[in-house]
């Protein structure tokens, strides 16, 4: 049982380039999130969504978008990335949004320069 | 804005000693969760504890919850040098598909 998998792990982008991650789950979870970790700042919501084919924004959505294409798949794009974006980025999901615990991914370490 | 602030910020204690923390939140809750997160890696939930709930215990681990107070703390007992990580407290409002931390409390055990 995998659980929550982050791909990839470690990156490094020029201003203004674009990238996706991606979040895989295998519980079938509803609920899956999008945080970025910050020194100071702890674990901020970027985006979230409730299931398959819906999305919300979260604290710090600008400059970020994300699809749920698919119940195990979450994804999180940059579009022209900047050096404020230079974060951890974990991804998390939950059975449902009440008295369950997020499970969260192992995270990735994004540098923009 | 976080909804749960965590107080201390850092603790440093020795082995075999009890570990508190505590978390503030703002507005009324469904439920509050601790979670643990070891240097570099994903947090790890440790406890939940609902609105209704006052007092829970998880092996070494004693939540406690006072709506009244919006606050919570977490006791670690006998800390082992294992323990050494970041804990956050993250809350659930009523009405909200989210879940929110806080800045998190980093804990050394000195062996």
């Known amino acids: 049982n995998a659980g929550v998998t982050q791909t990839p792990k470690f990156r490094v982008l020029k201003t203004g380039q674009s990238m996706t991650l991606l979040c895989a789950q295998d519980m079938n979870h509803e609920y899956m999130y999008w945080y970025r970790q910050d020194p100071g700042m702890g674990l901020r919501l970027i985006h979230y969504s409730v299931g398959e084919g819906t999305t919300a924004k979260g604290e710090v959505p600008d400059g970020y978008n994300v699809s749920r294409l698919k119940k195990q798949n979450f994804l999180l794009g940059l579009e022209s990335a900047a050096p404020s974006q230079t974060s951890v980025y974990f991804c998390a999901s939950s059975y449902s949004d009440r008295n369950t615990e997020a499970f969260f991914g192992q995270g990735t370490r994004l540098t923009v320069v | 804005s976080q909804q749960g602030e965590e107080d201390p910020q850092a603790l440093s204690i020795q082995e075999g000693e009890n570990a508190t923390m505590n978390c503030s939140y703002k507005t009324s809750i469904n439920n509050l969760q601790w979670y643990r997160q070891n240097s570099g890696r994903g947090l790890v939930h440790l406890i939940l504890i609902r609105s209704n709930e006052r007092e829970k215990h998880s092996g070494r681990l004693r939540v406690t919850l006072d709506t009244s107070k919006k606050s919570s703390s977490l006791l670690i007992t006998a800390s082992r040098a294992a323990d050494t990580a970041s804990y956050f407290c993250?809350?659930?409002?009523?009405?909200?598909?989210?879940?929110?931390f806080g800045i998190g409390t980093k804990l050394q055990v000195i062996p």
């Open positions: 993250a809350t659930s409002p009523f009405g909200y598909q989210k879940v929110t």
